[in-house]
């Protein structure tokens, strides 16, 4: 029977219990929700199916030690309790990241360097030499994370963010974070049982992901590399073999339509999409969308127009009154889903939501809201059977009014400036190369979804 042991999967604020389902339904042990993560338990190959299936994970933590620190002193003697022997070598490279929320450690850069000196000093003492630190690529990262006078040391098994799926060849400005774009698509309840529409696609991130989802494909199949490969315990053939199973796997019926009034966005989405090998699934057009017209299929909407943030257009209060002129007369029937910050943009819109879900985009609070477009008045609807919120959908709203106390949408949210640090932000990427020659198995799978995909 393998050993199973305690793991951390972060995300973003909102996704928590998104992710406890993933978990949940990937057969973790013992997952309980907390602040921007989910705890589990599982083998080592929960581990390494955790990096690689999980949609909206951002890392994969593996917890080496747990105590109580007062003091800079007290870090340093409850890290260089640990034999490190266990987890480096002087041929390896390490580097250390911290989150802090503490009122005695401010600054989360001197937790590191405290964690970094007593791992160094006890290498000193025991071989007298010491392993380098290598920030940009280590063999081996690790991760202390202090709640008042809790610590957490752990091992990070996923190395670079696991929002950095790979498929991501370019970029348009202010691209939604995969992360969060799969969160998003898996709130929907949408698996692929009805067509897909992002009518403001930009470079396609919604629409790669919800082919993914779709698909049921692990959005790791283009990752270059996890943390753990680089561990000394690594299990070369059990990660082939959760590499190399596509079992679970699954046809989609439907198809997947993204739009963009710019061209360029519209040619950075096709590129991505390409890169994917999905663009059997996905269909992506030049289109304004006040143009938009009734789909002939049963539909689901999707999007994140701009916020007038980091993206505006000439007059944004007419571009939210448009979208909800388009989902009143070209989308009865459907369900639409809109991921916005201001409250006056959603008031343009003019249409009530029937469920609103806070998200963090970013450190914009946002919030993601569904419109049920059905035709005629609310009343006749409801009496028809039609349901506007379930009792599920209650319970949930009334959860989240928590997380909106002493909100305002023009005041942004400046909450520990380390919020995932690095993950919480959306990278761009140029002309990434995709890895050739680096691992066989990897490259056939690759190459056998490209070919699939090309037009």
Known sequence: MTQEFELIAKTFMGLEPVLARELTDLGANNVKIGRRMVTFSGDKEMMYRANFQLHTAIRVLKPIKHFRALSAEDVYEGVKSVDWSEYLSLEKTFAVDSVVFSDEFRHSKFV?????????????????????????????????????????????????????????????????NEVLAAGMILMTGWHGECDFIDPMCGSGTLLIEAALIAHNMAPGLFRKEFAFEKWPDFDSELFDSIYNDDSKERPFAHHIYGYDIDIKAVNTARLNARAAGLTKDITIAEQDFKNFLQPKERSIIVTNPPYGERISTPNLMATYKMIGERFKHQFIGNDAWVLSYREECFEQIGLKPSIKIPLYNGSLECEFRRYQMFDGKMRVFREEGGTVKTEEEKRQMAEKRRFKQNREFKQRMEEQAENANADIRSFRFQSIERQRGKDARRDDKKNRRFDHGMD
Do not use: M, W
Request: with cysteine; glycine share 4%; charged share 30%.
């Open 112 to 176: 590191a360097y405290k964690v970094k000196d007593a791992i160094v000093d006890q290498f000193r003492e025991k071989t007298g030499k010491r392993p380098n630190i290598s920030i940009t690529n280590p063999d081996t990262r690790l991760h202390i994370h202090i709640a008042d006078d809790r610590c957490t040391l752990s091992l990070d098994s996923s190395g670079e963010s696991l929002h950095r799926r790979g498929y991501r060849q370019e970029s348009v400005e202010a691209p939604l």
